[in-house]
C-alpha cells in the first residue's frame, strides 16, 4: 500500500520511457512536415516561406505599414523590415510614402509578386499555423500548457519566438 506522499512523488516522476520516445517521433514528424513544406515554397516559389507569408500579407492588405505587417506575421518589427527590403529588393512589392509627414511607408504588391503567390503552394503562413488555427481552444489551451514545461525543461531561449519558422 502506498502512502500519499508516494502519490505525489509518482505524479512529478517523468513519463515512461517509450511514452517519451513516442512524443519525441511526433515532434520530428511535425518538424519534417513544417521543413518539407518551406523546401516546396522555396523550390516553387523562389523565395523562403518568410518573405511568402510577408507578401501573402501585403496583397490581403494593400497599402499596410512595416509595423502593422510584423503584428500579422507575429515577428519583430526588425525582421518585418528585413522581409520587406528583400521584397523591394527582388522587385515584388513596391513602397508608397504616406501619411500628412510622409515619414510612413505603405507596401504594395507588385505583379511579380501576384506571379510568385500564383506559382506558391499553400497554406501562405506555413502548415503549422494553419493546423494550429483550425484546432479547438480547449486543445490549444492544453497544448500551450503543456509546450511551456517543455520549454522550460529544455531551459529554451523564449526571445526567439517571434522569430519565423521559415528561418530557424
Not at 32 to 56: D, M, P, Y
Not at 81 to 88: A, F, H, R, T
Not at 90 to 98: C, F, H, V, Y
Request: proline letters at 4%; glycine letters at 6%; hydrophobic letters at 45%.
Amino acid at each position: 500500500m502506498h502512502s500519499s506522499q508516494d502519490n505525489a512523488t509518482n505524479q512529478t516522476e517523468p513519463a515512461a520511457p517509450v511514452a517519451a520516445t513516442r512524443v519525441l517521433r511526433q515532434f520530428r514528424v511535425v518538424f519534417n512536415a513544417v521543413k518539407t513544406h518551406f523546401r516546396q515554397v522555396e523550390r516553387a516559389a523562389g523565395i523562403g516561406g518568410a518573405q511568402l507569408w510577408a507578401l501573402s500579407e501585403i496583397n490581403a492588405t494593400p497599402g499596410i505599414g512595416v509595423n502593422d505587417l510584423a503584428s500579422a506575421l507575429d515577428i519583430h518589427q526588425s525582421t518585418a523590415s528585413n522581409l520587406v527590403k528583400g521584397l523591394i529588393a527582388r522587385k515584388l512589392i513596391a513602397t508608397e510614402r504616406s501619411g500628412r509627414d510622409r515619414r510612413a511607408v505603405a507596401l504594395h504588391i507588385q505583379e511579380s509578386g501576384i506571379q510568385v503567390l500564383r506559382a506558391a503552394p499553400q497554406p501562405f503562413a506555413g502548415v503549422l499555423p494553419e493546423a494550429l488555427a483550425h484546432l479547438d481552444a480547449a486543445t490549444l489551451a492544453r497544448l500551450e500548457t503543456d509546450l511551456s514545461r517543455v520549454i522550460a525543461l529544455i531551459n529554451a531561449d523564449e526571445t526567439s519566438a517571434s522569430i519565423p519558422l521559415a528561418e530557424l
